[in-house]
Structure formats: C-alpha cells, structure tokens
Nanobody, 116 residues
Framework: QVQLVESGGALVQPGGSLRLSCAAS????????MTWYRQAPGKGRELVAT????????DYADSVKGRFTISRDNAKKEVYLQMDNLASDDTAVYYC?????????WGQGTQVTVSS
C-alpha cells in the first residue's frame, strides 16, 4: 500500500524557516521523481518544487526560487523541503506527490502558516 506522510508544518513568523519532510512507502521511491505542491486558502494547487530520482535535477516555482530547497534521501525514502525567508504568501497546505497509476500518489498534507 502506497503511503506518503508529510510532517514539519507549523506556525512561523515572516522571515523564519521550516523544513518539511515526506516519508514514502509502498512503491520504488528511488526510481520516482518527487514533487512538493501547495494549496493556499481559496486557490488552486501550485507546484512548488520537484526533484528527479537521483537528485541530479531540481526545479522550482518562480515564487520560491532562492528561498526553498528540495532534497531527498533514497536510503530513508524521504523527500524534504527546506523553506527559508518565509512570507505570508507561503501560507498553505503543503503536499508531497509521487507519480504512479492511475493518477499518482498524494500525502495528506501539512499546514504551514506564516504570520506575526
């Protein structure tokens, strides 16, 4: 059974940092590209960052470039999102995603709230 479990979300002040984690099981993690998405209140789901299976390629939304870093540990079957210099616009539920049939796999999400 495929599982993606996100953790690390919290309330943080503007300018602060958080590190999100996503623990994966039930599929060949080391062969899959992994992606973080987020969904802010009243908005659609937005791609935040993606990393290929070997960590040799990453890509980021323009809104987070230079502030967020995606990484992974294939031995632990985990993917991470280091978020620095957080702003109120980063407030959202953050989801971990892995491709698969029929429509890919999603975690339950972790809430990040940036507020003073």
């Amino acid at each position: 059974q495929v599982q993606l479990v996100e953790s690390g979300g919290a309330l943080v002040q503007p300018g602060g940092s958080l590190r999100l984690s996503c623990a994966a099981s039930g599929f060949p993690f080391d062969m899959r590209q992994m992606t973080w998405y987020r969904q802010a209140p009243g908005k659609g789901r937005e791609l935040v960052a993606t990393i290929n299976s070997r960590s040799s390629s990453t890509d980021y939304a323009d809104s987070v470039k230079g502030r967020f870093t995606i990484s992974r540990d294939n031995a632990k079957k985990e993917v991470y999102l280091q978020m620095d210099n957080l702003a109120s616009d980063d407030t959202a539920v953050y989801y971990c995603y892995a491709p698969g049939r029929p429509g890919g796999y999603w975690g339950q999400g972790t809430q990040v709230t940036v507020s003073s």
